[in-house]
T-cell receptor
Framework: DTGVSQDPRHKITKRGQNVTFRCDPISEHNRLYWYRQTLGQGPEFLTYFQNEAQLEKSRLLSDRFSAERPKGSFSTLEIQRTEQGDSAMYLC???????????????FGQGTRLTVV | AQKVTQAQTEISVVEKEDVTLDCVYETRDTTYYLFWYKQPPSGELVFLIRRNSFDEQNEISGRYSWNFQKSTSSFNFTITASQVVDSAVYFCALSPYGSGNTGKLIFGQGTTLQVKP
């Protein structure tokens, strides 16, 4: 078990370009989350997958953002036509979900830091 | 509204001092979970503790202790005999049970703890 893995760790892109991030959750974790964290703030929820189904999206996730989790394994987050306001750390987390009669904790990756210039 | 407030933005202590990080939450759900996470400079959020709303027993784990008081909607975190390695950003988070029980987290703004030698 190698933990949640995110790639790339850093990305610098020009405004208007498209970027795609990848997240590999802990194997057999059926829940996967994306969060965005800006400097000096706590992470903000973006979207949630239960296996391959995207079950919740935050209002923060504009039409330029799309996330997928094909086959319920890894996930990708794509941002189209990036803007300077998209500069942030994008965090992925996974969890087993409901176990032992309670919600389990989420395990986080180290994040992808996006800088839009 | 669901909200977590960490009023202390930054705390600085000298090694071996005790320090308490405050967390106040708002939710209309009767069932919910509360968490504390630590974010060291590497960026990865590290899980510290989970509490459900029906369990108000305080918990101690080594130098860490947590005080959950439902009457004041608070879930405070105390580090006893602080060490330099405790320096990090600490986040309190709320996970409402309602709305499909997705396990998503609502984070506070975080408290930066600096422990000086």
């Amino acid at each position: 078990d190698t933990g949640v893995s995110q790639d790339p760790r850093h990305k610098i892109t020009k405004r208007g370009q498209n970027v795609t991030f990848r997240c590999d959750p802990i194997s057999e974790h059926n829940r996967l989350y994306w969060y965005r964290q800006t400097l000096g703030q706590g992470p903000e929820f973006l979207t949630y997958f239960q296996n391959e189904a995207q079950l919740e999206k935050s209002r923060l996730l504009s039409d330029r953002f799309s996330a997928e989790r094909p086959k319920g394994s890894f996930s990708t987050l794509e941002i189209q036509r990036t803007e300077q306001g998209d500069s942030a750390m994008y965090l992925c987390a996974s969890s087993p979900g409901w176990a032992g009669g309670r919600n389990t904790e989420a395990f986080f990756g180290q994040g992808t830091r996006l800088t839009v210039v | 509204a669901q909200k977590v407030t960490q009023a202390q933005t930054e705390i600085s202590v000298v090694e071996k001092e005790d320090v308490t990080l405050d967390c106040v939450y708002e939710t209309r759900d009767t069932t919910y979970y509360l968490f504390w996470y630590k974010q060291p400079p590497s960026g990865e959020l590290v899980f510290l503790i989970r509490r459900n709303s029906f369990d108000e027993q305080n918990e101690i784990s080594g130098r860490y202790s947590w005080n959950f008081q439902k009457s004041t909607s608070s879930f405070n975190f105390t580090i006893t005999a602080s060490q330099v390695v405790d320096s990090a950003v600490y986040f309190c988070a709320l996970s409402p049970y309602g709305s499909g029980n997705t396990g998503k987290l609502i984070f506070g703004q975080g408290t930066t703890l600096q422990v000086k030698p």
